[in-house]
T-cell receptor
Framework: DTGVSQDPRHKITKRGQNVTFRCDPI?????LYWYRQTLGQGPEFLTYFQNEAQLEKSRLLSDRFSAERPKGSFSTLEIQRTEQGDSAMYLCASSRQMIQETQYFGPGTRLLVL | AQKVTQAQTEISVVEKEDVTLDCVYE???????LFWYKQPPSGELVFLIR??????QNEISGRYSWNFQKSTSSFNFTITASQVVDSAVYFCALSVFADNFNKFYFGSGTKLNVKP
């Protein structure tokens, strides 16, 4: 299997700018997840898609964040009007739709907001 | 509420030493899954193992072994004869079924430094 891929791997932006990240899951996986990881912490759940439907959003996902998975394949995560507090690693994971599911993670996009 | 605690923030060992990474979890669910992931400096979380709550058998895979004890809500990870390539941050995670999907809760990670 080709693993989960994310693009870009690194992003530096100025406060107030919009940024968009892309995630390509493992091809036969219909579940896709976004997580945020800050320094010294474990990943925190942001949102979840089953096929193209966004079924769950964390309270961490403010109104400035939006995620899409238009055709049930790749997904995008957009942050509008970025703030310095948005600086983090954004991780994408995918899994099959199974009772015992293992989430497989991509390499992440490291965002720095100046 | 679900919670995973990895009390060891950072551990340093010399190559060939054995090292155990601790993980304690909290959940009221009777069905759950426990995971260990490795995060090398490149950033990608690499899946190592999954156990379900009904299977307390310990597992060994090469130099890696896992000790699951429901009585103490622990799922500890031991690396035998550590190597420099084992240097990474290791995360323990708990997964419970809620809102029609398996939600993951991660600990804060243990950074393992293996020195030559």
């Amino acid at each position: 299997d080709t693993g989960v891929s994310q693009d870009p791997r690194h992003k530096i932006t100025k406060r107030g700018q919009n940024v968009t990240f892309r995630c390509d899951p493992i091809s036969e996986h219909n579940r896709l997840y976004w997580y945020r990881q800050t320094l010294g912490q474990g990943p925190e759940f942001l949102t979840y898609f089953q096929n193209e439907a966004q079924l769950e959003k964390s309270r961490l996902l403010s109104d400035r964040f939006s995620a899409e998975r238009p055709k049930g394949s790749f997904s995008t995560l957009e942050i509008q009007r970025t703030e310095q507090g948005d600086s983090a690693m954004y991780l994408c994971a995918s899994s099959r739709q199974m009772i015992q599911e293992t989430q497989y993670f991509g390499p992440g996009t490291r965002l720095l907001v100046l | 509420a679900q919670k995973v605690t990895q009390a060891q923030t950072e551990i340093s060992v010399v190559e060939k030493e054995d090292v155990t990474l601790d993980c304690v979890y909290e959940t009221r669910d009777t069905t759950y899954y426990l995971f260990w992931y490795k995060q090398p400096p490149s950033g990608e979380l690499v899946f190592l193992i999954r156990r379900n709550s009904f299977d307390e058998q310990n597992e060994i895979s090469g130099r890696y072994s896992w000790n699951f004890q429901k009585s103490t809500s622990s799922f500890n990870f031991t690396i035998t004869a550590s190597q420099v390539v084992d240097s990474a941050v290791y995360f323990c995670a708990l997964s419970v079924f809620a809102d029609n999907f398996n939600k993951f809760y991660f600990g804060s990670g243990t950074k393992l430094n293996v020195k030559p």
